[in-house]
């Protein structure tokens, strides 16, 4: 049985800065790294491998730089690493991506059959939790959204069990497999590679599946197949605040002025 | 142009946030309707068409059921927009009906911009102008954002009734951790951010929300990093709280921080960056070295 990963690279966003006369971002020199909350479905599916026996497959839609995110895979003890990639495959929204992400799966699960996909909740360059919940509609399998703890799974009865991250409080639910699992941070930690695995993963194959391989309709993939497009990206407009003093040059003078404005504005018991 | 709006009933009540989608509506000028698993003794001040459905034979969340009446009350009404709550119910919710419906989904939608919707990306820093295609879509509002709109008036009921099997066995809650703290009820609160360091500084900022007379809070980085516990969270994940006094100390202000705290009264943000969106919506800005200022502050306080 396999367990899937689907793994975004994406554009570090704490690094990314705003290019202050154009107004928009500034991709230069900014370093791709694997989506966080992906990086936490990849680590529990080598979780699962060495749980359950289970054979644990990476996937990622992206260009062909995004090799490098599925080789850090192939470091941590992923089986087998796939990339999907094709020109016809860019532009896309979440839409037409899990509609990528669910052809492969039912390629692979022609090979073995596919137990659990595992999604982060949402990428941290696109923020839309709607991939993994699109794969499992399309693929008719359960899904399970804001997962924090993986209780069990019954092979015999062919369910699994998690724990769900809700507003302040956890609920436990049981699904039929197959399953599409979204995951919160709090599920695991994850590891770190080994150089010996890092020297090895270097030498691994990744396998390219363009369209040729997944004969999709084109006009229903990449940018022709997204029923949402963005018009516009921007910097929110910054009505700042007043500044006052200068903390860096005079903290304790600031101090002062702080305090006065406090006492101004009656927030001060004095 | 015409409204679904899903509200929301938790634990035997009706959320207030149900309000937002009729603030979301207003301001899109789009006729309403509403639908709600909840309970007959629990109905919200609206005069409009209200499909209701039974929280007690339906569950508060069986999302196969749900979606069924969903799917019910949008071939009865026809609307352009099926809108739901950016909450747990609604992330889970809202792509199940996009997919059955074969449309698009708008995720986390932070305000209207001509002909489109605005929603944040990488980390706040960004926003960006996305419009669906001709035809419906589906759209979650970000807590919030929207004002919270009660019109008042009696629904006009559609009682909606669903049956089958779930394909999702419910087990059982696990209660919710003990709070030490309702920052919900707190005047002064002053929040840690991942700005402080390491987690030897979360006593520093206690320290200054100690002399100010407040509680303290966090931003949800400082919470997963376990410097503080979840009870001290503020933000979409964690508590939306409305002090008197705010003072966010290296708080750069993702945006599911900044919707948790800006109905505080008076922001003040404590931050190296000046560029920082925290600043956005702070009424004072500190540009300085929080392990400089803030213990310089917490001193002068203790002197007043």
């Not at chain 1, 990849?42 to 992206?62: D, T």
């Not at chain 1, 010996?196 to 599946?209: F, G, L, N, Q, Y």
């Not at chain 1, 363009?210 to 997204?226: E, H």
């Not at chain 2, 609604?90 to 305000?111: C, F, K, N, T």
Request: proline share 5%; charged share 25%.
């Amino acid at each position: 049985m396999l367990v899937i990963s689907c793994i975004k690279q994406v554009p570090d966003t704490t690094q990314v800065k705003i290019d202050p006369v154009t107004n928009t971002l500034i991709r230069d020199g900014i370093p791709f790294i694997i989506n966080p909350y992906d990086s936490h479905a990849l680590e529990e599916s080598l979780k699962l491998k060495e749980r359950y026996g289970l054979r644990s497959v990476a996937l990622s839609m992206g260009p062909p730089n995004a090799e490098a995110t599925l080789r850090k895979a192939y470091a941590l003890g992923v089986d087998e690493a796939i990339l999907l990639s094709d020109r016809c495959f860019g532009g896309a929204d979440t839409l037409a991506t899990s509609k990528v992400l669910s052809a492969a799966i039912e390629r692979l699960n022609k090979q073995d059959k596919v137990g659990v996909v595992f999604c982060g909740k949402q990428t941290i360059d696109g923020d839309t939790a709607q991939v993994g919940p699109g794969i499992a509609s399309r693929l008719g399998f359960s899904q399970l959204t804001l997962v924090d703890k993986i209780e069990s799974i019954d092979f015999l009865r062919k369910t699994i069990k998690v724990r769900r991250k809700l507003e302040g409080r956890h609920e436990i639910v049981e699904a039929p497999l197959p399953v599409m699992i979204t995951v919160v941070r709090e599920l695991n930690r994850p590891r770190y590679p080994v150089v010996p695995m890092r020297i090895a993963a270097e030498e691994m194959e990744i396998k390219v599946w363009d369209n040729s391989v997944l004969k999709l309709d084109v006009n229903t993939i990449g940018l022709k197949g997204s029923p949402t497009w963005v018009s516009k990206i921007f910097s929110p407009e910054r009505d700042q605040g007043e500044i006052i003093g200068d903390g860096i040059t005079d903290p304790v003078g600031t101090t002062n002025l702080l305090i006065d404005k406090l006492l101004g504005k009656e927030l001060l018991t004095v | 142009m015409k409204t679904l709006l899903i509200g929301e009933y938790r634990e035997g009540k009706l959320l207030d946030s149900t309000y937002e989608l009729l603030g979301f509506a207003g301001q899109l000028g789009a006729e309403t309707a509403m639908l709600l698993v909840g309970s007959e003794t629990q109905l919200p001040s609206y005069g409009g068409t209200l499909y209701l459905a039974d929280a007690a034979s339906c569950g508060e969340y069986n999302p196969d059921l749900h979606k069924k009446l969903i799917l019910d009350a949008v071939q009865k009404e026809n609307p352009d927009y099926i809108v739901f709550l950016h909450s747990s119910y609604g992330w889970d919710l809202a792509p199940r009906v996009a997919a059955a419906l074969r449309v698009a989904q708008l995720s986390e939608v932070i305000a209207l911009a001509d002909g489109g919707f605005e929603v944040g990306c990488c980390n706040a820093k960004m926003r960006r102008t996305v419009k669906p295609a001709a035809g419906r879509a589906v759209v979650t509002i970000q807590a919030g954002a929207f004002p919270a709109l009660q019109p008042g008036g009696i629904p006009l009921l559609q009682k909606l009734s669903a049956a089958g099997t779930a394909a999702l066995e419910f087990i059982g809650y696990e209660a919710a951790e003990k709070k030490d703290v309702d920052l919900g009820k707190a005047e002064i609160i002053v929040s840690a951010g991942r700005g402080i360091g390491k987690k030897d500084n979360v006593s520093m900022i206690q320290a200054l929300a100690k002399a100010l007379g407040g509680e303290l809070g966090a931003s949800r980085p400082v919470v997963d990093a376990g410097w503080v516990e979840h009870s001290h969270q503020v933000g979409t994940t964690g508590q939306t709280v409305s002090p008197k006094l705010y003072v966010a100390c290296g708080i750069s202000g993702a945006i599911q921080h900044l919707a948790g705290m800006k109905k505080a009264d008076f922001i003040i943000a404590i931050n190296k960056d000046k560029d920082a969106p925290i600043g956005e919506i702070a009424d004072v800005l500190v540009v300085a070295d929080l392990m400089q200022f803030v213990p310089a502050l917490t001193a002068k306080l203790a002197k007043q």
